[in-house]
């Protein structure tokens, strides 16, 4: 019974530092989505964010913005990795082990 209570304290702190990174991780990157507009048949960009209950566009210009685009696929794959930690951190106990 030791060695149980021994692992599943290691994976507690385990989940929830990885939790703690995956948060400082996300709140660094930008939120919202880029979206192509055309405007008499010129293409324009725009990064779509909810503020509240609004939703605000920003204009970037016709250039297409790869690094933002990217960065905003990392945001959304972080975000699905969070979730799972969190799900793996429900499944353990809250309360402290004493090993």
């Known amino acids: 019974m030791k060695v149980l209570k021994g692992i599943l304290k290691e994976s507690l ?21 880029v979206k192509r507009r ?6 324009y960009y725009y990064v779509q964010r909810r503020e509240g209950s609004k ?13 933002l685009i990217k ?9 699905g990795e969070l979730a799972k930690v969190r799900a793996a951190l429900g499944l353990l106990p809250k309360r402290k082990l004493q090993a």
């Open 71 to 79: 960065a905003i696929q990392e945001r959304r794959q972080l975000r």
């Open 38 to 43: 055309l405007i008499k048949g010129r293409g």
């Open 13 to 33: 702190v385990y989940y929830q530092r990885l939790e703690r990174e995956l948060v400082r991780r996300l709140n660094k990157l930008p939120k919202g989505s």
């Open 55 to 67: 939703v605000r566009h920003q204009y970037l210009g016709r250039k297409r913005p790869d690094d």
